[in-house]
């Protein structure tokens, strides 16, 4: 796509409209298509780094989401804006390219929502160990003093209830 510094466009690729719902034609008569199909949550962004980038009259690549004007659905792209300036060295228009990252972006959160998972479920499992070895040793002390005291003596009700708990608490730690 050739796009002017106003965000208009002297021409578009007719596989624009596969991604963006929108006809080349309609891109080059309706100058500010462009912002009505960029996603609502990244205008902003884009618009800085675009002032940004028109300032220096640096090359910009970015990442953005695309809102199909028919479907909807959302396409993840990754842009890359080359300036052509005139003679003068003044912003004539930008060469823009887009490629539909939408695939690679979706399966970068599945795997790293699977990293997240997979660490949390060893960082459960570890802390459960730990848990159950310090509830057996609590569990095999309360058995250790209970046999060595009589039925009377006043703590015997108390290390009882710490034996149960303690058995229950591994037993909860087992499950889970």
Do not use: C
């Amino acid at each position: 796509m050739t796009q002017r510094p106003d965000f208009s466009v002297e021409f578009a690729s007719a596989n624009i409209q596969e991604l963006t719902g929108v006809s080349a034609a309609d891109w080059r008569a309706q100058p500010r298509r462009f912002w009505q199909v960029v996603h609502e949550l990244d205008v902003p962004e884009l618009q800085q780094r675009y002032k940004q980038a028109s300032q220096t009259g640096a090359e910009v690549s970015n990442t953005f989401r695309l809102r199909h004007a028919v479907t909807g659905r959302v396409a993840h792209v990754l842009e890359r804006r080359q300036p052509i300036l005139g003679t003068d060295g003044a912003l004539r228009s930008y060469d823009v390219t887009w490629l539909d990252v939408t695939r690679q972006t979706i399966a970068e959160k599945r795997l790293s929502t699977a990293a997240w998972k997979e660490t949390l479920a060893v960082l459960t499992l570890g802390m459960a160990h730990d848990f159950r070895n310090i509830m057996a040793g609590i569990h095999s002390l309360s058995e250790s003093y209970l046999a060595q005291m009589d039925e009377q003596h006043p703590f015997q009700e108390g290390i009882s209830l710490i034996r149960k708990n303690s058995m229950q608490a591994s037993q909860l730690i087992q499950r889970m």
